[in-house]
């Protein structure tokens, strides 16, 4: 029987913007917008937040709790492995990794993924970047299934593979079936981007009428045009 889980990954040792999972935005830190829409996802049969274990997360672990949220605890620096034993212990055929940089991410665009993904013969699938497609930069997330993860967790070797757990799929698009698609005609604005990387990032958002129910297509009612 399949099982699709999302696991967010997320850590409090960012070096470009510390400590940002817990950054206040319109009254509720990062990490809260981006759990509570991913639950908004009707073909998602769970979700785990993978955070580092190390003491400075403990903070981050003791809020998601509270939120009555599954955590999981790996090495910091070999996500790729954090990742695949995250998937082993809740059993998923299938893994949608979900960027907590994404406090925007919209719950029915991974549906639409879930949905594209299992309707289209592939072994990986996006829709969080607009590469060869015109989504926005955030709204979306990365599917592939558990047997590919257990492929790079046994095969990738390099640093940089185990730091991003998805690039030797990308960097390896001869060996693996690649494929994303077009979100509908409201959304098509891939020169938006909705994801914090840097102060700045999170000022913009900060600043913007968001709210952590609202649709994708109201967000980008908001951002369109911004500077």
């Not at 999972?21 to 917008?33: F, Q």
């Not at 257990?150 to 095969?155: D, G, I, S």
């Not at 990308?170 to 409201?186: A, L, Q, V, Y």
Request: proline fraction near 4%.
């Amino acid at each position: 029987m399949s099982k699709t889980i999302a696991i967010i990954q997320a850590r409090l040792g960012s070096t470009r913007l510390p400590y940002k999972m817990m950054l206040s935005l319109h009254g509720k830190p990062i990490i809260e917008w981006v759990v509570k829409r991913v639950q908004k996802s009707k073909l998602l049969d769970g979700v785990v937040v993978a955070i580092p274990d190390n003491s400075k997360d403990d903070i981050l672990e003791y809020y998601l709790k509270r939120l009555n949220v599954e955590v999981f605890r790996g090495s910091e620096d070999d996500v790729l492995s954090r990742f695949y034993f995250v998937a082993k212990e809740y059993k998923a055929t299938d893994i949608v990794r979900v960027c907590a940089d994404n406090p925007l991410i919209d719950g029915l665009e991974i549906d639409n993924l879930i949905d594209f993904y299992k309707k289209n013969s592939c072994d990986y699938a996006y829709n969080h970047i607009p590469k060869n497609n015109s989504y926005p930069d955030g709204l979306g997330a990365e599917i592939t299934s558990f047997k590919i993860l257990e492929y790079m967790w046994h095969n990738a070797k390099d640093k940089k593979y185990r730091e991003h757990s998805m690039s030797y799929i990308t960097d390896n698009s001869d060996r693996f079936k690649i494929k994303t698609f077009n979100p509908k005609k409201e959304l098509q604005y891939p020169d938006i981007k909705l994801d914090v990387d840097t102060f700045d990032d999170y000022y913009k958002l900060a600043l913007k009428p968001i709210d952590i129910d609202m649709s994708g297509e109201e967000i980008i009612k908001i951002f369109k045009g911004a500077k």
